[in-house]
């Protein structure tokens, strides 16, 4: 079984830095891309940013030059560097990974419990 654990949220000023980490554990898996959701208050999660093991990455348009994923899958972690914050991107962050059990065909989606991002105007 794949369990996900989030760190680094927290309060930050509008135009804030912050850098979330997730950490995957468990045995006899593989890791295809892993990824963040961003959850605003009332509203439903939506993808903010993935990474594939071959380095390739997605953005959603609104983080775009403001957000960095970055994957090191060997130690089966991915990293957000959030930067220039803005108070639409408060809400609870979510990691996911997207697994593959050896032998097996068919991938998995894993959730982290989420991370809180306060982001005051």
């Known amino acids: 079984q794949v369990q996900l654990v989030e760190s680094g949220g927290g309060l930050v000023q509008s135009g804030g830095f912050l850098r979330l980490s997730c950490a995957a554990s468990?045995?006899?898996?593989?890791?295809?891309?892993m990824g963040w959701y961003h959850q605003a208050p009332g509203k439903e999660r939506e993808l903010v940013a993935t990474i594939n093991t071959d380095g390739s990455s997605k953005y959603a348009d609104s983080v775009l030059g403001r957000f960095a994923i970055s994957g090191e899958f060997r130690k089966k972690m991915v990293n957000l560097q959030m930067g220039s914050l803005k108070p639409e991107d408060t809400g609870v962050y979510y990691c996911?990974?997207?697994?593959?059990?050896?032998?097996?065909?068919?991938?998995?989606?894993?959730w982290g419990q989420g991370t809180q991002v306060t982001v005051s105007s």
């Open positions: 996911y990974a997207e697994t593959r059990r050896y032998g097996r065909t068919n991938l998995r989606m894993s």
């Open positions: 468990g045995s006899g898996f593989s890791i295809e891309n």
